[in-house]
């Protein structure tokens, strides 16, 4: 079973970086599809950064330019950077996973993974 634990949560102020990361376990052989979501109190669950099955990123348009997702694979590590945080960013942010199938793409920001984090709080004050 795959498992996925997230870190790096906290309060910063308004224009503040934070770093998340993610250790994944139990992972079986085979490539695996990862994405950052997010869901803020009242709101549905939105993609925020994900990788395409040809490694490419992918941003929502919310956070391009100020969000970086990256991995390192020897490590089993996700990382999300985040920059110029805006108090519309305060979330609870997920670390996602699922099985690449050869005959279909990753889920990129849809909310298709099967194997989700507890998630970590990050809050930006004004």
């Known amino acids: 079973q795959v498992k996925l634990v997230e870190s790096g949560g906290g309060s910063v102020q308004t224009g503040g970086s934070r770093k998340l990361s993610c250790v994944g376990s139990?992972?079986?052989?085979?490539?695996?599809?990862m994405a950052w979501f997010r869901q803020a109190p009242g709101k549905e669950r939105e993609g925020v950064a994900a990788?395409?099955?040809?490694?490419?990123?992918i941003y929502a348009d919310s956070v391009k330019g100020r969000f970086t997702i990256s991995r390192d694979n020897a490590k089993n590590t996700l990382y999300l950077q985040m920059n110029t945080l805006k108090p519309e960013d305060t979330a609870k942010y997920y670390c996602v996973a699922d099985l690449e199938l050869p005959w279909a793409p990753c889920p990129k920001l849809r909310n298709e993974y099967n194997y989700w984090g507890q998630g970590t709080q990050v809050t930006v004050s004004s």
């Open positions: 990788f395409d099955e040809d490694g490419r990123v």
């Open positions: 139990g992972y079986t052989n085979g490539r695996y599809c």
